[in-house]
């Protein structure tokens, strides 16, 4: 079973910069997109922006312009960069691989918005 590994989260101040990274753990070839989400404490979890397989990406309208979705398919790994961070950003990120009929969901990594 795939799973991800999320990494790259912190504390960054106001309109600073972050890189997310995800890598499969397991066999990638199942993966028909990859998405990341977050949610913040006392809310649901919200897609922020999708891959697919095929490379189309989708955003939330409250991050386009500021976030990118990219994936190296050489190293079974998708990337979120971050860019105008606001505190409004602050939340877990999850990633989350589409599979047939379900999401395969990773352990989450922190990010932190505040001066």
């Known amino acids: 079973q795939v799973q991800p590994v999320e990494s790259g989260g912190g504390l960054v101040q106001p309109g600073g910069s972050l890189r997310l990274t995800c890598a499969a753990s397991g066999d990638s070839r199942s993966i028909i997109s990859t998405g990341w989400y977050r949610q913040a404490p006392g809310k649901r979890r919200d897609v922020v922006a999708i891959?697919?397989?095929?490379?189309?990406?989708n955003y939330a309208d409250d991050v386009k312009g500021r976030f990118t979705i990219s994936r190296d398919n050489a190293k079974n790994t998708v990337y979120l960069q971050m860019n105008s961070l606001k505190p409004e950003d602050t939340a877990v990120y999850y990633c989350?691989?589409?599979?047939?009929?379900?999401?395969?969901w990773g352990q989450g990594t922190q990010v932190t918005v505040s001066s």
């Open positions: 989350g691989f589409g599979l047939s009929g379900r999401v395969s």
């Open positions: 891959i697919s397989s095929g490379g189309i990406t």
